[in-house]
């Protein structure tokens, strides 16, 4: 069993070693040669992708072929096409006998069971057969040599996915795979026809006849011939690699709509993927970020498009992905991917809109402007993918589709950091919102979002327990609010926050409305139909949420805890205890320590009889927050209907606390 340490399962990609604590004993096994450095890699794509997810399950390979491709190709020293035939069969051939052979696996050694042995590479020590067992019982796997589905068994050595930890450079987990693949990125071999143009640009000058009066000489003619040819070469080349990278079709890469976790939706169902940051700062990433959220925002105010949400798509950032997985995963038919380049004062930006189903590039386009033109840039991208997808828009819907909150850039990027770090809904993270808020309105007071943002900080200072008056707290969060309007009477996402703010003031019907409005006015915003869904749940219609959650969690098939929450109060509300339950377990599994989560979950427990799972969630919500109150934290939830705030309460007395 695993020891009850501080991630006492650590996989270093610097060294490309694996410790592991086990009862009593401490183990460190060094992949030292290209062919076992290939498969700690492969390890840790496994453990990346249950993180990930939230949960421990078997990963299927096949979605990640292109990436192991690239993982044998840089780490494993081996290239070809027999080899990426082969790669599936192999992984599992080596998953199944070899890697969980701890005495005898040739993909390791044995560097020391203690501290002392440190330096001990290849030396042998006696291992018991708990501990052989221990490691064995890593590595479960299903399918076949074609399907393979691998899981990294660490529950069964009595472990969590917390008690893993992927490192690379100075960065943990998701950051670190996200570094350790750019790199390897960089190691990417070129396309036979790219290092043909090359080696033909870079060929020496002394090779090419000087330009000037052609000689008629037969030598003449052939040096000119020679040079004609080159240059046909040069084009052809040009000409093949242009049709492989943006047209030539690619069956094997065809999404397969059988294959789709959801069902294709009615109308043109769309993914933006995280903009790659190709500048060398990293500061930059904020930038492209933004620049994939504004697209997003953008396309979701067009009724007649389906766009996956924000926090869905960015669950691929910083991997290698195919747009067939991306395609099926999601259950969309297209997909946008794109690269930002800053420098200075101007931008860069790459752009492919794909069509998952035939493979086919509907276009690709590069931009470069000045900095200062990024958001009629941003506004113009969105446009054309509407063209693409011949999606007419009214006068109206184009008017909308292109406005913009501010040009101060810097008050954009701040207003981006401030959302990310209020989305943390943690004290810290209240704090830095909150800073970059005000820096926001300072630099920008007609930036609607700067008082939102602001808005959310005075909201969110009330659930934490950080306000000295919660009363003032929630007058200054609604007159932000409205200030954000009156600027911008479109902003969406002001009328939905306005409407929590106005329910949990008990001013119900007004909040229904503004949340209402604000799905009318963006009605592919999954968090807007989380939002909404939950001012019904206080304004006592939980009924009428069902579909609501439904429908945003199709939009987000990753929903952040937030929406988690609203997804699990729905549920419970109206009466669904296992689809709550399950709810509140993935918010856990993102977030063990998010107290909304352990409430809701005592509060399905009680009313199935499971008394005793209740009073364990109970003692950790203490754990989390010693001083919960269940007087105060009753007082903090809006219900119109007493009769829910009573039920709540005596489930949360029931489970033992106070």
């Not at 035939?358 to 506004?379: E, K, M, N, V």
């Not at 003032?472 to 007159?479: D, F, G, N």
């Not at 989380?530 to 304004?539: N, R």
Request: glycine share 6%; with cysteine; charged share 25%.
């Amino acid at each position: 069993m695993v020891e009850n340490t501080k991630n006492p399962i650590r996989i270093d990609l610097n060294e490309f070693k694996l410790h592991i604590h086990l009862k009593k004993v401490q183990l460190t096994l060094h992949f030292n040669s290209p062919s076992r450095k290939f498969y700690l890699s492969v390890i840790a794509l496994i453990v990346n992708e249950m993180k990930r997810l939230g949960k421990i399950t078997s990963i299927p390979l096949e979605r990640h072929l292109d990436l192991l491709v690239l993982l044998n190709e840089t780490i494993g020293d081996s290239a070809g096409s027999s080899h990426r035939e082969n790669l599936l069969p192999r992984i599992y051939r080596k998953w199944k006998n070899a890697l969980p052979d701890l005495e005898g696996a040739p993909l390791f050694k044995v560097l020391g069971k203690r501290k002392e042995y440190d330096e001990g590479m290849g030396r042998t020590y006696p291992l018991a057969e708990a501990e052989k067992d221990s490691w064995a019982n890593l590595f479960e796997y299903q399918g076949s040599e074609e399907n393979v589905r691998l899981k990294f068994a660490v529950d069964r050595v009595g472990a969590t996915l917390d008690d893993v930890v992927v490192v690379y450079g100075d960065s943990l987990d998701g950051d670190a795979w996200e570094r350790f693949i750019s790199t390897l990125k960089g190691k990417d071999k070129p396309l036979p026809e790219a290092k043909a143009i090359q080696s033909l640009l870079e060929a020496p000058e002394s090779r090419l006849p000087p330009i000037g009066k052609p000689k008629t000489t037969r030598q003449g003619r052939h040096r000119w011939a020679v040079f004609v040819a080159l240059i046909v070469v040069i084009a052809a080349a040009a000409t093949l690699a242009t049709w492989k990278l943006y047209l030539k079709p690619a069956p094997e890469n065809k999404a397969s709509v059988e294959k789709m976790a959801f069902p294709l939706p009615d109308k043109p169902s769309i993914a933006v993927l995280p903009f790659v940051n190709m500048s060398k700062d990293p500061d930059q990433e904020c930038f492209s970020d933004g620049i994939t959220e504004e697209i997003i925002t953008a396309l979701t105010k067009v009724p007649r498009l389906f766009v996956i949400a924000r926090n869905s798509t960015f669950t691929y950032k910083g991997r290698v992905v195919e747009v067939k997985q991306v395609a099926e995963e999601l259950g969309i038919r297209y997909v946008l991917e794109g690269s930002v380049q800053k420098a200075g004062e101007k931008v860069r930006i790459t752009t492919q809109l794909i069509d998952a189903l035939s493979g086919h590039h509907l276009w690709a386009d590069r931009y470069d402007r000045d900095l200062r033109d990024i958001f009629a840039l941003q506004d113009e991208i969105a446009l054309k993918i509407t063209t693409a997808l011949q999606v007419k828009l009214t006068a109206g819907e184009q008017a909308r589709l292109m406005a913009k909150g501010t040009t101060n850039l810097e008050a954009y990027l701040k207003a981006m950091q401030s959302r990310q770090h209020g989305q943390r809904q943690t004290k810290e993270g209240n704090a830095a919102a909150r800073k970059l808020a005000e820096e926001v309105i300072a630099l920008d007071p007609k930036y609607p979002y700067g008082y939102i943002s602001l808005a959310l900080c005075h909201y969110t200072d009330i659930f934490l327990g950080l306000s000295e008056s919660p009363q003032q707290s929630l007058a200054r969060a609604i007159e932000l609010a409205r200030n954000a309007i009156s600027l911008d009477n479109s902003y969406s996402f002001a009328h939905s926050a306005l409407g929590m703010f106005l329910v949990s003031a008990r001013q119900y019907d007004e909040g229904v409305g503004e949340a209402e409005r604000a799905v009318a006015l963006d009605p592919n915003s999954a968090e807007n139909l989380f939002f909404l869904a939950g001012v019904l749940c206080f304004a006592g219609t939980p009924e009428e949420a069902i579909p609501l959650v439904e429908s945003a969690e199709r939009l987000n098939p990753i929903p952040l805890p937030l929406q988690l929450q609203r997804m699990s109060l729905v549920y419970r509300l109206t009466g669904r205890y296992e689809k709550a339950i399950e709810a509140a377990k993935r918010i856990i599994r993102v977030e063990p320590n998010n107290q909304f989560a352990h409430v809701y979950l005592i509060a399905s427990y009680i009313p199935l009889g499971r008394e005793k799972e209740a009073r364990a969630e109970a003692a950790e919500l203490l754990r989390i927050n010693p001083n919960f109150s269940v007087n105060h934290y009753i007082k903090r939830i809006p219900y119109k209907n007493q009769a829910e705030s009573d039920r709540l309460a005596d489930a949360l007395y029931k489970a033992g606390l106070k």
